[in-house]
């Protein structure tokens, strides 16, 4: 069973950097995609961020693009979302979540998903 341990949410002032971390257990792949999710009060969920384990190869949705970076630990199974310049359109829901097996042309959608941490930026 894939299981996550999500942490690093908080309250943070516009300008101000956070960083959220999430473990995952239970991945016997060695190929994957991990990252995170987003959703804000009355919005849809968004893809935020991810990694693909084997490559490295990252991808960042737009509004996020040149301030957020995204890291991975792969023997520890975790991946870091480093969150710069916040925004506070960048309140919302964290979700972390996995890909695996990796298909071709599929874009990140979450076959696994962690609790979800909260992030907040206001002043």
């Known amino acids: 069973e894939v299981q996550f341990v999500e942490s690093g949410g908080g309250l943070v002032q516009p300008g101000g950097s956070l960083i959220i971390s999430c473990a995952a257990s239970?991945?016997?792949?060695?190929?994957?995609?991990i990252g995170w999710f987003r959703q804000a009060p009355g919005k849809e969920r968004e893809g935020v961020a991810c990694?693909?384990?084997?490559?490295?190869?990252?991808y960042f949705t737009n509004p996020v693009r040149g301030r957020f970076a995204i890291s991975s630990d792969n023997a520890a199974r975790t991946v870091y979302l480093h969150m710069n310049n916040l925004k506070p359109e960048d309140t919302a829901v964290y979700y972390c979540?996995?890909?695996?097996?990796?298909?071709?042309?599929?874009?990140?959608?979450?076959?696994?998903w962690g609790q979800g941490v909260q992030v907040t930026v206001s002043s």
């Open positions: 979540a996995l890909d695996t097996p990796v298909i071709a042309d599929r874009p990140f959608t979450g076959d696994y």
């Open positions: 990694i693909r384990r084997k490559t490295g190869n990252t």
């Open positions: 239970g991945v016997t792949a060695d190929d994957y995609i």
